[in-house]
């Protein structure tokens, strides 16, 4: 809030005293490195974005099964690169490829209490809650520990992809949504992007940003938007994800997000 107010009073001299709050305050906050480095968010997006291609290609190789190797590539990130933007999903990969290499899967737990402790607000916190209740329930030493999951959701990629933005119960839908819609028009200006509020049959309140050709054009919006607490400010910190229309439509109707959010970690 008060970096928003520092941008509407920019061309006064309000703004100075909304600067000496967030230094003094917040020092360690995005607008206070933004102060102290114009080029900060440029910066920071350009880093979050390099970051997301070296994870999907690491995911890639998880995929192929070579766990050893993302094993040991997680590992090096997480030990050496502690503010790596993807450090969550770097963490639940990290405890995935272990799962594969060792038949004692209570070896795991101390990984997902980290990533529980650590992350507690995101995805991978939620997944290895779970994962960490099968292990704890038992299973069978011969029987192979499946933490894939059947979801009530179905993951299509050649089709046109929407991105949706959570709310938190304080946030207000029309002032969100018109936050959102000046970031999506400033940030994406040709994508001819349309930002409309959406209400599940439970009244659960989203946003949804439309449309995309593709997964990795959708990827970019989410990029940036995770980059972009200049225009955001706090909603840059609600839970954004891709998803098709199909999966909308079941979405609205259930209002199934914490399932959503394992699907789509699993994913996307």
Not at 119 to 147: C, H, V
Request: proline share 1%.
């Amino acid at each position: 809030a008060a970096f928003q107010l520092f941008r509407l009073n920019e061309q006064n001299k309000k703004s100075e005293k909304y600067k000496s709050y967030i230094l003094d305050k917040y020092p360690n906050s995005d607008a206070a490195k933004y102060f102290l480095d114009p080029d900060f968010y440029l910066k920071q997006k350009k880093n979050a974005e390099e970051s997301q291609k070296d994870y999907l290609k690491l995911l890639e190789q998880y995929k192929l099964k070579a766990y050893q190797t993302v094993y040991n590539l997680s590992q090096t990130i997480l030990e050496k690169d502690l503010a790596n933007s993807c450090r969550s999903e770097y963490m639940l990969l990290n405890v995935l490829a272990m799962g594969q290499l060792t038949e004692d899967k209570t070896t795991l737990i101390p990984k997902l209490n980290q990533i529980i402790e650590e992350k507690p607000q995101t995805e991978q916190a939620n997944r290895a809650k779970e994962m960490l209740e099968i292990i704890q329930l038992g299973y069978s030493k011969n029987e192979e520990l499946n933490f894939n999951k059947k979801y009530f959701f179905e993951f299509v990629s050649d089709v046109t992809q929407y991105v949706i933005i959570l709310l938190d119960n304080e946030d207000d839908m029309d002032d969100s949504k018109g936050t959102i819609s000046d970031f999506t028009t400033k940030k994406f200006k040709s994508s001819k992007l349309r930002v409309s509020s959406k209400i599940t049959l439970s009244e659960k309140s989203f946003i949804l940003v439309q449309e995309f050709a593709s997964i990795s054009l959708a990827d970019k919006f989410v990029d940036a938007y995770k980059a972009g607490f200049e225009f955001l400010d706090e909603l840059q910190d609600n839970k954004i994800y891709i998803i098709t229309q199909e999966n909308l439509k079941k979405l609205i109707e259930t209002a199934k997000f914490e399932e959503y959010k394992l699907f789509y970690l699993d994913n996307y």
